[in-house]
């Protein structure tokens, strides 16, 4: 291919960002117009969620988010009473962040709904389809850890199904 027949809608890689955004934005229904979150406090919400407690550091190992969307959202949440910061137990110099009852109340309030989104769009697929699609998109990663100059994906702490992908949004 040459720059004169390059078609930027033909390019994986814009593609993909096109699909990503525009699940992302619909996504963000769910969790945007009910509960007020913005897609980086959505994602820091399921993370520490999913974990007792966690970091600033882990968190933003976790989100694919830059450090200061991360601290943002963990400021905002933490003034909405949704997480709270403790010191750590095993190193007082830590901060450690957890989901308030409130938190873990709008948690499980969009995770159904969340949930709901996903199967909707996974319906488009048969159940061979959507492990094929989960192959080939573990590939993709493959390929992109393998660059030396690559972005690693977030760590999923322990989660190797990646069957359901309602943190990813």
Same mark, same amino acid.
């Given at each position: 291919m040459t +720059?004169?027949? =390059?078609?930027l809608?033909? =390019?994986?890689p814009?593609?993909?960002? /096109?699909? +990503?955004? @525009? #699940? #992302? &934005?619909? !996504? +963000? &229904? /769910?969790y945007g117009e &009910?509960?007020?979150?913005s897609?980086?406090?959505?994602? /820091?919400?399921?993370?520490v969620a999913r974990r007792?407690k966690m970091?600033v550091r882990?968190?933003?190992?976790?989100?694919?988010?830059?450090?200061?969307?991360?601290s943002?959202?963990v *400021?905002?949440?933490?003034?909405?009473?949704?997480?709270?910061?403790? #010191?750590?137990d &095993?190193?007082?110099?830590?901060?450690?962040i957890?989901?308030?009852?409130?938190g !873990?109340?709008?948690?499980n309030?969009? /995770?159904?709904?969340?949930?709901s =989104?996903? *199967?909707a769009?996974? +319906?488009? =697929?048969?159940?061979?389809? @959507?492990?094929?699609?989960?192959?080939?998109?573990e590939?993709?990663?493959?390929?992109?850890?393998?660059?030396?100059d690559? #972005?690693?994906r977030p760590q999923m702490d322990?989660?190797?199904?990646?069957?359901?992908?309602t943190?990813?949004?």
């Amino acid at each position: 291919m040459t +720059s004169d027949n =390059f078609n930027l809608s033909e =390019f994986l890689p814009y593609k993909l960002s /096109v699909l +990503s955004s @525009r #699940t #992302t &934005k619909m !996504l +963000s &229904k /769910v969790y945007g117009e &009910k509960y007020g979150l913005s897609t980086p406090e959505w994602r /820091v919400l399921v993370h520490v969620a999913r974990r007792e407690k966690m970091s600033v550091r882990e968190i933003h190992d976790s989100v694919y988010l830059e450090k200061p969307a991360v601290s943002r959202a963990v *400021a905002k949440l933490e003034k909405a009473g949704l997480l709270r910061k403790t #010191t750590c137990d &095993k190193d007082h110099r830590l901060v450690e962040i957890e989901l308030t009852e409130g938190g !873990l109340y709008v948690f499980n309030g969009i /995770v159904p709904e969340a949930l709901s =989104f996903e *199967a909707a769009i996974l +319906s488009a =697929f048969s159940p061979e389809e @959507r492990d094929q699609l989960h192959d080939l998109m573990e590939r993709l990663h493959d390929v992109l850890d393998r660059l030396p100059d690559a #972005t690693r994906r977030p760590q999923m702490d322990n989660d190797t199904s990646g069957k359901s992908s309602t943190e990813a949004h």
